[in-house]
Every structure is written in structure tokens, then in C-alpha cells.
């Protein structure tokens, strides 16, 4: 792959588990690769925030996490 094309800006666009809500996250086809191919993700992506790079991991959003989180403490009471 040419250099241009792995420092392309990709946009990750897709639906959070928890709320359904599109959520986007910027990264580069060279730090995509990396953590595809199994560079840990904080390494991989350095500038992404944590949140984003939980949303690429595990498919929830900020708000996903907020939501998840604020029922898991509901059901701890």
C-alpha cells in the first residue's frame, strides 16, 4: 500500500450497541492496520481518546457507556 493512502483519514461511522446512535471516530488506514493486525490500540492510535477507542473495541459510545454504566449501578442498589 502507498504512503498517501495509509496516512488517508478514515471515518468509523457506525450505530452504538446500547443507544442506536451513529457515532464517528477519525483514525488512519496505517493505525487501523496496526491495531487490526494486533498492536494494542493505545499504541495503535495514540491520539484517538479513550472513549473512542472503547467505541472501536466495544461498539458503545460515550453515551452507550453512561447509559450501561448508570444501569449497572441501579441494579447494584
Not at 4 to 32: A, M
Not at 47 to 57: H, K, T, V
Amino acid at each position: 500500500m502507498k504512503t498517501q493512502e495509509r496516512n488517508q483519514v478514515l471515518r468509523i461511522t457506525r450505530p452504538c450497541r446500547i443507544t442506536g446512535k451513529n457515532y464517528t471516530v477519525f483514525t488512519t488506514q496505517e493505525q487501523h492496520d496496526r491495531w487490526k493486525d494486533g498492536e494494542n490500540i493505545a499504541i495503535a492510535m495514540p491520539e484517538l481518546s479513550s472513549e473512542d477507542r472503547e467505541f472501536l473495541i466495544s461498539g458503545m459510545s460515550p453515551d452507550g457507556w453512561d447509559i450501561a454504566m448508570n444501569n449497572h449501578l441501579e441494579g447494584d442498589a
